[in-house]
Each structure stands twice: as C-alpha cells, then as structure tokens.
C-alpha cells in the first residue's frame, strides 16, 4: 500500500525533474547567447538561477534514483543469486543510504540555519532555498532505502516460508 504511494510520489517528481530541466535550458541558455554573441546583455542572475535549479535537480534526481535503486546500488558480491547473500548485498546498501540520508537529514538541518543567514549576490535571494534542498533529499533517503530494506527482508522471508 505504501508502495504505491512512494511510486506515485516518485513519478511525480519525475514530472518535476522534467519541468526544472526544461526551465534550467532557459537561463543556460541566456548565458550562451550573451556571452559568445553579444545579442542581448550577460545577466549575472542567470548563473545564480542555473546554480539554484541544479542542486535541486541533483537532490530531486538522487531521491528518484533512491527509489529506482540506480544511483547508490553496488554489487558486493559477484551475482548474488542466493536469497541470502542476496538479502545480505541489497542490506548493506540500504543500510548505508540509511545512514547517509540521517546524516543528511541531521546536519543538513544546521547548514539550512546557516544559509538562512546568507543571501544570494545577484538575485538576493536566500540561500535557505537551496541549503534546505540537503536535509529534504537526507529524509528522503533514509524514508525509501528504509522501505526498500523493508521489501527486500519481506521477499525473503516469504521465499524461506514457501520453500518450508
């Protein structure tokens, strides 16, 4: 059930991740033009805007990719076939996104307070707006690595109690 949920979170911040794509080629591409053309005058907020747009875009994608178990997913062992050392492989990695994510969550907390003190050169815009994007993506990760675990100790225990 929450599953389901999760999924249709992820896909639409896949939407997301689309439209923030699509409104970073804009200002990008305001920056090529002003500076190897001359046709319209370099704005400095354009870099600013970009900068912004891609930590969210990095912090959004790496919670998609959480999910789809693509980003952070290593191979430990050399195919991994067995239900147990399959279990103990997919563990490990859970268990370490677990931990990345609390220690995003928790300190990503204090950097968002720190850069609730600052403001952008250009646009003056506070820096919380994309500090705050580090401890989202923290608890994030620790959420779905958690029902991933989660799953993957369910198909186990479900393959153990059919095979008995």
């Known amino acids: 059930m929450l599953g389901k949920y999760l999924d249709k979170f992820c896909a639409g911040l896949r ?15 305001m920056q090529v033009v002003s500076r190897y053309t001359g046709l319209i005058p370099t ?14 875009i990095v912090m959004i994608g790496s919670i998609v990719a959480v999910w789809d178990s693509t980003h952070f997913d290593v191979r430990i062992t050399r195919n991994a076939m067995r239900p147990l050392p399959r279990l103990l492989q997919d563990g490990i990695v859970h268990v370490a996104i677990m931990i990345f ?21 250009m646009m003056r815009a506070n820096l919380a707006t994309t500090h705050i994007s ?25 393959r153990e109690s059919n095979q008995a």
């Open 15 to 29: 939407i997301l991740l689309g439209v923030m794509m699509g409104t970073l080629a804009i200002p990008v591409a």
């Open 101 to 121: 994510g609390a220690f995003f969550l928790f300190y990503g907390i204090e950097y968002t307070e720190f850069g609730g003190n600052q403001r952008s050169v």
């Open 134 to 158: 580090v401890p989202i993506a923290g608890g994030f990760w620790f959420l779905l690595s958690g029902y991933r675990l989660s799953e993957a100790v369910a198909k186990y225990l479900n």
């Open 43 to 56: 704005y400095l907020w354009t870099e600013e805007l970009a900068t912004f747009l891609f930590v969210w």
